[in-house]
């Protein structure tokens, strides 16, 4: 097929259409961060292992001391 003759509008057509094969936007930024996807993953199942922690070991409303509120001389 590459043999094969486009004519005048293909031609047209084709050049129109080679800017969107250009090196610069075809995968550059998974080439240029190689490791940022895999951190990203990462950095999300921490988030997501920290709340479940501070969930699980939230001390309940029982255990909370509620003292009276000092009142300062100063206050007065």
């Known amino acids: 097929m590459a043999n094969k003759a486009l004519g005048p509008t293909g031609e047209f057509f084709r050049r129109r ?16 961060t190689p490791g940022l996807g895999i951190a990203l993953v990462a950095f999300g ?11 699980l070991h939230a001390p309940s409303s029982s255990h909370h001391n ?3 509120p000092s009142t300062s001389p100063a206050s007065h």
């Open 66 to 68: 509620h003292s009276a």
């Open 17 to 32: 259409d080679e800017w969107r094969k250009h090196p610069m936007l075809t995968n550059q930024l998974r080439h240029a």
């Open 45 to 55: 199942i921490y988030l997501i292992g920290e709340q479940v922690y501070d969930r």
